[in-house]
């Protein structure tokens, strides 16, 4: 693995089902992001942590949840989805404060 | 609050030309701002990264300013190629959330040969 990993590339899921977003990175970055991008809105943070063990809130968090168990992994969890967290989710981590993005979830929920 | 903004949304060009692509903010008091370019369908890549006390920084063919107090940077791209066809993103970490990036909407470049 080189960098930030992220799985599924596509998902297409059914309200009220729960989802959860892997991330993994190998770069050993503390600090992990989550986002979603939507058209007109830009990107806007949900969640993050700053380092193992910890996490906040973004921008958007409500209806999502975080972990962050060991430096590597920092997945997202949808409870019970809704059609609005349609999206193309990313996930970064960060060093010396420059960025580093994954190649992205999108998921759509009908 | 602070709110990024870029202008144009869209920007089309013919090949070999100068452009410039224009961020500013709302909140000088910032820690850096990073260019980052998106191809349709994939994620981000950085280009840049400005620290607050710095003024430019240099890769290649791609030059970015920051002046904090105005709240701007610019994003300047020489003889501009195809291969540069891409949506082109602003951030900044403000001071007080350090490693939180806001992002502007972006500008969509399209060089035609």
């Known amino acids: 693995i080189a960098g930030i990993t992220q799985a599924p590339t596509s998902q297409i899921l059914a309200a009220g089902r729960r989802m959860t977003l892997r991330c993994t990175q190998d770069?050993?970055?503390?600090?992990m992001y989550w986002y979603r991008q939507d058209l007109g809105l830009g990107l806007r943070l949900i969640h993050y942590?700053?380092?193992?063990?910890?996490?906040g809130k973004g921008e958007v968090p409500d209806g999502y949840s975080v972990s962050r168990a060991n430096t590597d992994d920092f997945p997202l969890t949808l409870a019970s989805a809704v059609p609005s967290q349609t999206s193309v989710y990313f996930c970064?981590?960060?060093?010396?404060?420059?960025?580093?993005f994954g190649p992205g979830t999108r998921l759509t929920v009908l | 609050k602070q709110e990024v903004t870029q202008i144009p949304a869209a920007l089309s060009v013919p090949e070999g030309e100068n452009l410039v692509l224009n961020c500013s903010f709302t909140?000088?008091?910032?820690?850096?701002l990073q260019w980052f370019r998106q191809d349709p369908g994939k994620g981000l890549t950085s280009l840049l990264l400005?620290?607050?006390?710095?003024r430019e920084q240099t890769s290649g063919r791609l030059n970015a300013s920051l002046d904090k107090s105005s709240g701007r940077s610019t994003l300047y791209i020489a003889a501009s190629q195809p291969g540069d066809s891409a949506t082109y993103l602003c951030?900044?970490?403000?001071?007080?959330?350090?490693?939180?990036?806001?992002f502007g909407q972006g500008t969509t470049l399209q060089v035609k040969p």
């Open positions: 970064a981590s960060n060093s010396y404060n420059e960025q580093f």
């Open positions: 909140d000088s008091a910032i820690y850096n």
């Open positions: 770069m050993r970055h503390n600090a």
């Open positions: 951030a900044v970490v403000s001071s007080s959330n350090t490693g939180k990036l806001i």
């Open positions: 400005i620290q607050s006390s710095q």
């Open positions: 942590s700053n380092t193992a063990g910890t996490t």
